[in-house]
């Protein structure tokens, strides 16, 4: 099985043995690009460009919560996730932005179904005059240790 988040706002699932997709839900109010899956559990994250992380049963296809981030005077779009992915012990989700060129950090914990925001962790531009460029991969080594994270102008 293969979960998809679409610039459409929905979430798709592909059955490979049977090459079928479907629509699952509408997953979000903007795209979304970041999906990641529980390494134990039968659950997946979301997270789009209006400014929400969603944590979903894989079983029921509903969502079981949901993070927004609080919005900053005059700020309208909020952070725009662009990857994301879960640490292989499951305590951990790390979400990186388009927009804002930051790590978000969450814990998880899968017998109280808690999700909390532990920390932003900004990537500081590459020079002074260079542009804010967007996370676009993040991955925990073998033993969640260590977090990678590939930056668009050219930084791991």
């Known amino acids: ?3 998809v988040g679409t610039k459409t706002n ?10 079928k997709g479907d629509v699952i839900v509408d997953g979000h109010d ?3 690009w970041g999906l990641c899956t529980h390494p134990i559990e039968a659950l997946f994250a979301t997270g789009g460009y209006d400014n929400a992380i969603k944590i979903w049963d894989a ?19 909020g952070h725009q996730i ?14 990186g932005t388009e927009n804002t060129s930051s790590l978000m950090v ?17 990537i500081p531009p590459k020079s002074k005059n260079a542009e804010v460029e967007p996370v676009s991969y993040i991955r925990f080594s073998a033993d969640s240790s260590l977090l ?9």
């Open 30 to 32: 903007g795209q979304i």
């Open 1 to 3: 099985t293969l979960f």
């Open 148 to 156: 990678g994270a590939a930056h668009m102008d050219s930084n791991l």
């Open 106 to 122: 969450f814990s998880w914990d899968t017998e109280r179904m808690e999700l909390q925001f532990q920390q932003q962790i900004e």
């Open 59 to 77: 079983n029921t296809m509903s969502c079981i919560k949901t993070y927004e981030f609080e919005l900053e005077q005059g700020d309208k779009t």
């Open 82 to 95: 662009s990857c994301g992915h879960w640490s292989n012990d499951g305590a951990v989700i790390v979400f």
């Open 10 to 19: 929905q979430i798709m699932k592909y059955e490979m043995k049977e090459e």
